[in-house]
């Protein structure tokens, strides 16, 4: 979170201050332009920019471990280029979605059916056409970073299981912002953990509506 100016942020300047690219030489890079227009995502190997005045969204293009190094890497060194962008808070996100055969080890009961009672006393049920969606959530404290509140998710939506980890980092200035950028591979490898903790292999137990 922060007030970026996008202007800056674009593929030339990006090649040249955060990948060291020498100037004038050709660079390859991918461009994204969403239908309205006003979301652009640069792309230089394989690390993904999208930026926009109240945030900018850094993050891996594919699924590799080193990836997520290089994105600790050039946030720091973004970072470090615009030392006088506001940034009022970091967010580090990853996610896993489970396979058929996965479940949560949590024993979750999902269902809205649950509580059909409670509803009524509202006027209101379960609406089965609808998508089906069930989030539970815990903001949990971390033993490693008393600075970070991890808000661990489990999602449920229309029959597929996704785990979501957000690490949201507060931010009080310049040097608390390089900081948690630097912690990026870090929590990174800690929902790696948390996933081979919570996920298990075998029958349904995760009941849904």
Known sequence: MGAWNRAILNPDWLAVNIFDIPKGQEYTFTLSIDNTGTRTKTTINDINFIPSSERLVISVAKDDPELFKVVAEKSVKLCDKLPHTPITGIGHNFSYQLDENENFVLDIDFRASKFIDVYKEINASPNLLANKISILQHSLSLEQDKNVILNLSFHLENGKKMLRFNYHHGINDI????????????????????????????????ESF
């Open 175 to 206: 040097d608390s912002a390089k900081y948690s950028l630097k912690r990026y591979y870090d929590n990174y490898l800690h929902s790696q953990l948390t996933t081979s903790k919570l996920i298990i292999k075998g029958d349904n137990k995760n």
